[in-house]
């Protein structure tokens, strides 16, 4: 039995044979749907130069996304602060819970989410690094708290709107960040999930209550892949396993069709390379599937789950979201009138 909240994770993938306004309106419509199946909240992510994600430009995502939907929480899951001056993600994000309130959230990330060069263009002349990552974030909140008599930089919009603020990662800098600010904390265990289990401790011990938040809050991100049959998910899944080998083989594309053998066709060290980074995922038959969700829950103790699926059907992929919450709602119903 799932008794967490479910969230989507989306970066509105490009699939081969189509474009990145195509990717756009299956997030809008992907957005809709998660609206009315009771998904917690839906956040965006934030990536450059990559043929395969259309989320680059996030704030604009999130406006369109918000504006399709009336309840939903949306946020960006994240922005990569290192390519930003505070000040304007203060502006932009001011801006969408000036036109949504109530339902902007505002994740913040250390890693650039894109290769050197690329945030070099992103930044220009501009200082900032990763190691500045600390001092933004609190900048950050400055922007957003009420002006202080005589401030002369104020964020319009922005200032006094208290845009809550969640720190990603997938190390334990992010978690000791998180827990000294007293901010929720997502862990990237979708692609990285090597530090997890020591990043969610050293959280949760080291947590400090504050205005946003009075007990720890764990996110984790999680690979889930359901379909009628354990067989056709997992032929399903090949789609991200392909776009994870060529990404590491330097060759990053559009996301790719599905294709049969997929892992046969892999050198060793490749299949040892997706085993470690796809270890957190469900895949299969909606009881599989949330078997699998239901014991990552027990493992580790998180307080949210956030799903991501890439599938290069856009209908399956609804599918998959959707076998996921039907069966969540079977058994919620089952267990209330037992």
């Not at 354990?230 to 060759?251: C, K």
């Not at 046969?264 to 957190?280: G, I, Q, T, Y």
């Not at 919450?325 to 119903?333: F, G, I, L, S, T």
């Amino acid at each position: 039995m799932i008794n967490v909240p479910l969230s989507v994770l989306d970066l509105s993938p490009i699939c081969e044979g189509s474009g990145a306004g195509q990717a756009l309106r299956n997030t809008i419509d992907l957005a809709r749907h998660a609206e009315a199946w009771g998904f917690n909240r839906y956040w965006l992510a934030e990536h450059h130069n990559m043929p395969g994600i259309a989320s680059a430009a996030t704030a604009v995502v999130i406006g369109q996304v918000a504006a399709a939907t009336s309840t939903l929480r949306v946020g960006s899951g994240g922005v990569m602060l290192p390519n930003h001056a505070p000040l304007v993600i203060t502006e932009q994000y001011g801006t969408l819970a000036a036109l949504f309130p109530g339902r902007i959230e505002l994740g913040l990330g250390r890693a650039p989410g894109t290769d050197q060069h690329t945030a070099h263009a992103l930044r220009r002349t501009l200082t900032g690094s990763s190691d500045d990552f600390p001092r933004d974030v609190l900048e950050l909140q400055h922007y957003f708290r009420e002006p202080e008599p005589g401030q002369q930089i104020q964020a319009v919009p922005g200032a006094g709107l208290n845009v809550p603020l969640w720190i990603l990662g997938s190390s334990l800098f992010g978690a000791q960040l998180a827990a000294a600010l007293g901010l929720p904390y997502a862990f990237a265990s979708h692609f990285a999930p090597g530090a997890m289990m020591q990043a969610i401790a050293v959280y949760r011990e080291r947590f400090e209550p504050s205005e946003q938040l009075d007990k720890p809050h764990v996110m984790l991100g999680m690979n889930v892949v359901a379909a009628d049959t354990d067989e056709e998910a997992a032929f399903l899944r090949t789609s991200v396993m392909q776009s994870f080998v060529n990404l590491r083989r330097g060759t990053p594309g559009k996301l790719p069709p599905p294709i049969e053998n997929y892992e046969e066709r892999l050198m060793p060290a490749e299949r040892m390379m997706l085993d470690e980074s796809l270890s957190c995922s469900a895949v299969g038959s909606p009881d599989v599937a949330m078997a699998e969700i239901a014991a990552f829950i027990e493992r580790t103790g998180a307080d949210e789950i956030m799903m991501t699926c890439h599938i290069h059907d856009h209908a399956k992929r609804l599918k998959s979201f959707e076998l996921v919450v039907e069966r969540m709602n079977v058994q919620a119903e089952a267990q209330a009138s037992a």
